[in-house]
């Protein structure tokens, strides 16, 4: 890719020499004034130059970007520092993609968790695909979790919106999600209403932790089960349904 944008750059120079050496060539000749001539030749000379010159700002504005690519392994968790700025905090087992423009920033969650603190910038939006939907950053801190085909957004601090619409359409409408709020949707991207949740919960893994309010032990022994090697089972649906409450 990056070979690619280098040999469009060449020819845009090439061909930019090309038409200065035409008229350098045009005005050293005897009996000739330095005034531009609208010669075929020259014209098609001209001409060939703009388009490269068109060709290659619109190529790099829409496909010239850069692509770099973070994962943790089961139990690691990762800060990343990406180029604009802002901090990603990778959970245990994520897979993420970074796609950075100049129109846009991309963030592309393949499995995982993570909390993005994004550093504003009124001309690239920063957004985040997570299976069906994507999720553009309104204010400066949320968390994405992707697990099983099921994407959950919870904004810690500012807001976010999340988009409702199917991504083909041209008009996409959005959901704004607050401080404090908490949104989820599958494969098929219907949204679920919106709920308040508790954020010490929810980022608790940032410190190390995983709390628990009032939660089934089956729940509990599934989200342990993201941190450690090995499995446990439960074989007693009853055991499975006693409330748990505990860090």
């Not at 609208?38 to 692509?67: H, K």
């Not at 392994?73 to 950075?100: C, H, P, Y």
């Not at 807001?159 to 959005?174: H, K, L, N, T």
């Not at 509990?220 to 055991?239: A, C, H, K, S």
Request: proline letters at 3%; hydrophobic letters at 45%; one cysteine or more.
């Amino acid at each position: 890719e990056r070979n690619s944008r280098v040999t469009v750059l060449k020819l845009l120079r090439e061909e930019l020499a090309r038409a200065a050496l035409d008229w350098e060539c045009a005005a050293e000749r005897p009996g000739s004034r330095a005034v531009w001539s609208w010669s075929p030749v020259r014209f098609s000379s001209v001409l060939a130059s703009l388009l490269v010159a068109v060709i290659a700002v619109g190529w790099w504005l829409t496909t010239g970007f850069e692509t770099e690519e973070y994962r943790t392994a089961k139990g690691e968790q990762r800060t990343v520092i990406l180029s604009d700025g802002s901090m990603v905090t990778m959970n245990t087992e994520t897979v993420m993609a970074a796609e950075f423009s100049f129109l846009k920033r991309a963030i592309v969650l393949r499995e995982g968790e993570a909390l993005f603190a994004v550093s504003h910038e009124g001309r690239r939006p920063f957004e985040v695909k997570a299976g069906s939907r994507v999720v553009r950053d309104v204010g400066t801190q949320f968390v994405v979790r992707r697990q099983d085909e099921r994407v959950t957004v919870t904004v810690v601090e500012g807001a976010v919106e999340v988009q409702r619409s199917d991504p083909a359409e041209q008009a996409s409408s959005w959901q704004l999600i607050m401080a404090g709020e908490q949104v989820s949707y599958g494969p098929m991207g219907a949204l679920s209403s919106i709920g308040r949740v508790s954020l010490t919960a929810t980022t608790a893994w940032l410190e190390g932790k995983v709390l628990f309010e009032d939660r089934p032990l089956t729940e509990v022994i599934q989200e342990v089960g993201r941190y450690q090697t090995g499995e446990i089972r439960i074989l007693d649906p009853m055991i499975g349904a006693l409330k748990f409450i505990g860090v």
